[in-house]
């Protein structure tokens, strides 16, 4: 069977519309008819993706490639990349500004979030080239 | 069984956006602001209680699949999220009580 693929850009700085492509993933996947707690792990982890995307990177793209016993996503952008990724994925680690943390955000859970709710996660990342981190679910 | 709809009658809440699905039952209760934090935490079918009314509390909501959105102390609901509530169905309350308060409100109303 062919994997069913999918792309999703992430605009910069639009916190309105933050969640569309995760929202649209997670409708997509319950149509397929996949087990609730996949769903709602996939959801999470690209929903943490696309803010990480609009607060850090100037936005990015995500791709979703389903495959009959794996679900993989990737998360591109050419941000700032991330100096320290131990840190990073450190919860409560955050280095969100002000302005976003009124918004809700910046309680330094997104790595941790996309780590706890995948079952495979790569981070590669460059200085002033960006990050793209792979992820897999196992359906 | 708790729904929605007995929540509001019962709480009396204010609606500010009545959702699809008024019946569904409330199982649990969920209160926190911090966004990642709830969408990591909440379980789906909780009543979710938070000051925070913007557009990304109710992709939260959504993601998250609680049963209701609901404002304590009145706090603001802005435009932006009242559009994305209607588009997505999310049914968003609000009360003056506090959110201590309302917990033990809906506490009270799952165990009576």
Same mark, same amino acid.
């Given at each position: 069977?062919?994997?069913?693929?999918?792309?999703?850009?992430?605009?910069?700085?639009?916190?309105?519309?933050?969640?569309?492509?995760?929202?649209?993933?997670?409708?997509?996947?319950?149509d397929?008819?996949?087990?609730?707690?996949?769903?709602?792990?996939?959801?999470?982890?690209?929903?943490?993706?696309?803010?990480?995307?609009?607060?850090?990177?100037?936005?990015?793209?995500?791709?979703?490639?389903?495959?009959?016993?794996?679900?993989?996503?990737?998360?591109?952008?050419?941000?700032?990349?991330?100096?320290?990724?131990?840190?990073?994925?450190?919860?409560?680690?955050?280095?969100?500004?002000?302005?976003?943390?009124?918004?809700?955000?910046?309680?330094?859970?997104?790595?941790?979030?996309?780590?706890?709710?995948?079952?495979?996660?790569?981070?590669?990342?460059?200085?002033?080239?960006?990050?793209?981190?792979?992820?897999?679910?196992?359906? | 069984?708790?729904t929605?709809?007995?929540?509001?009658?019962?709480?009396?809440?204010?609606?500010?956006?009545?959702?699809?699905?008024?019946?569904?039952?409330?199982?649990?209760?969920?209160c926190?602001?911090?966004?990642?934090?709830?969408?990591?935490?909440? *379980?789906? @079918?909780?009543?979710? +209680?938070?000051?925070?009314? #913007?557009?990304?509390?109710?992709? /939260?909501?959504?993601?998250?699949?609680?049963?209701?959105?609901?404002?304590?102390?009145?706090a603001?609901?802005?435009?932006?999220?009242?559009?994305?509530?209607? *588009?997505n @169905?999310?049914?968003? +309350?609000?009360?003056?009580? #506090?959110?201590?308060?309302?917990? /033990?409100?809906?506490?009270?109303?799952?165990?009576?």
């Amino acid at each position: 069977m062919e994997p069913i693929r999918m792309k999703y850009e992430v605009r910069s700085d639009d916190f309105s519309v933050a969640g569309e492509a995760s929202g649209k993933i997670k409708r997509t996947l319950k149509d397929l008819g996949l087990d609730a707690s996949v769903v709602r792990n996939v959801a999470i982890a690209v929903y943490e993706g696309e803010i990480n995307m609009v607060i850090h990177a100037n936005g990015g793209y995500i791709e979703v490639e389903i495959n009959p016993d794996k679900i993989k996503i990737v998360l591109k952008d050419s941000g700032p990349g991330i100096p320290d990724v131990e840190k990073a994925m450190q919860a409560g680690f955050s280095t969100a500004p002000e302005n976003i943390r009124a918004l809700g955000f910046g309680a330094g859970m997104g790595l941790p979030n996309i780590k706890k709710y995948s079952d495979e996660m790569y981070i590669d990342t460059e200085l002033g080239v960006g990050t793209t981190i792979t992820l897999g679910f196992n359906i | 069984m708790l729904t929605v709809k007995n929540l509001i009658e019962k709480g009396n809440m204010t609606v500010l956006v009545d959702g699809d699905e008024p019946e569904r039952e409330i199982t649990g209760c969920y209160c926190g602001d911090l966004l990642s934090w709830v969408m990591s935490r909440a *379980q789906s @079918g909780d009543a979710w +209680l938070t000051v925070m009314g #913007n557009v990304n509390a109710i992709g /939260v909501a959504a993601l998250a699949d609680t049963a209701c959105i609901i404002l304590t102390e009145n706090a603001a609901f802005d435009e932006n999220a009242n559009l994305r509530a209607q *588009q997505n @169905g999310i049914t968003v +309350l609000q009360t003056e009580k #506090n959110t201590y308060e309302t917990a /033990v409100l809906i506490n009270s109303l799952l165990n009576g």
